[in-house]
Every structure is written in structure tokens, then in C-alpha cells.
């Protein structure tokens, strides 16, 4: 687990699951369709943290091509992107073909789908200026980087302050 998702996490108040890694994406895919099926991602939001360079093998296991705006590589040397993937259920096709699924309790035909809307945003992440801001380069200088680093926490001490929180 990642500083990163741990102090996302911490912020937005997400419920960490790391059942899944690397070479597991089809399993992670079928798992975050369970949840879109049964209903309870409406309108939430699904944060994935995966290693950078496997993204596209991810994307592409949520139904997320070039079509739909996931590209199939992702830079070795980039680390600002994000990938959104955003799921629309029932929308009007505007001319594209549907699915069609019978309603019984009518016996009319009804046009439910599952559209896919992939981007990737560029943070604009400058780690030297976040390192400045963070104090790592006082008039005079400093023995090491990185200081800011001791203010990450672990993901034990994120599991601890969860249940802690969960408790109260």
C-alpha cells in the first residue's frame, strides 16, 4: 500500500481493500462490477492506486479502450496522470446502438446500457517545488531530503486510526 492511497484514503474517508495486485486486474475489474451492478457505487467514487505502467492492462479490464478515451500504453517515466474512468448507466444513445433488454412485467422492450467514459489528467506534480514548500531547502541547507516523508503515515497507522475512528 502506498503512502498516497493511505493519505487519500485518510482525507476522503475511503475504505482501503488491497485483496488485489498486480496480474489480478480481471479480478479487480470483476469485482468493481459487482459493485456498479448491485448499485452501491451510484455517485460514489471508486479510487484505484496501481502500479503507473500496468494501468492500460487495468482500463482496458474495465471496459476502457481508446474509443472510449483510455490510451493502451502510459509512459515508464510519467507519475502525475490520472486515469478517470466514469461509468453512465441508462444514458439516451444519441444515435449509438443499444442493448436491448425485455421488461416483463409490460413485455416492452427497453434500451438499458452501460456507457464508458475514459480520460487522463495531468496533475502537473513538481516534486522540487513540493519539496520547498515542505521545507527541505531552508537558507543554509539541510543534511538530508525528503523530510517531509516522517509526516506520511503507514498503513498500520492508518488501520489503527480507521478502527479508532469507527469506535467513537
Known amino acids: 500500500m502506498s503512502f498516497t492511497s493511505t493519505t487519500v484514503a485518510l482525507k476522503y474517508d475511503i475504505a482501503i481493500n488491497d ?14 462490477f459487482q459493485i456498479l451492478q448491485s448499485g452501491d457505487a451510484c455517485g460514489q467514487l471508486i479510487l ?10 487495468l482500463s482496458q479490464s474495465l471496459g476502457c479502450s481508446p474509443l472510449q478515451g483510455c490510451p493502451l500504453d ?9 486515469f478517470e474512468i466514469k461509468y453512465l ?15 416483463e412485467p409490460t413485455g416492452k422492450a427497453q434500451y438499458n446500457t452501460w456507457k464508458v467514459f475514459g ?5 502537473g506534480f513538481d516534486p522540487l517545488a513540493y519539496s520547498k514548500h515542505a521545507g527541505d ?11 517531509w516523508i516522517e509526516d506520511m503515515i503507514s498503513a498500520e497507522e492508518y488501520m489503527k486510526d480507521k478502527r479508532k475512528r469507527s469506535q467513537n
Open 19 to 32: 485483496r488485489f495486485g498486480v496480474g489480478s486486474e480481471e479480478n479487480l475489474a470483476r469485482h468493481i
Open 119 to 123: 480520460n487522463v489528467q495531468h496533475e
Open 48 to 57: 484505484v492506486c496501481w502500479k503507473h505502467t500496468d494501468i492500460p492492462v
Open 89 to 103: 448507466y441508462d444514458v439516451p444513445s444519441f444515435g449509438l446502438p443499444q442493448a436491448k433488454a425485455e421488461d
Open 137 to 147: 531547502y531552508p537558507y543554509g541547507g539541510t543534511e538530508r531530503a525528503g523530510r
Open 74 to 82: 502510459f509512459p515508464s517515466l510519467e507519475f502525475d496522470a490520472v
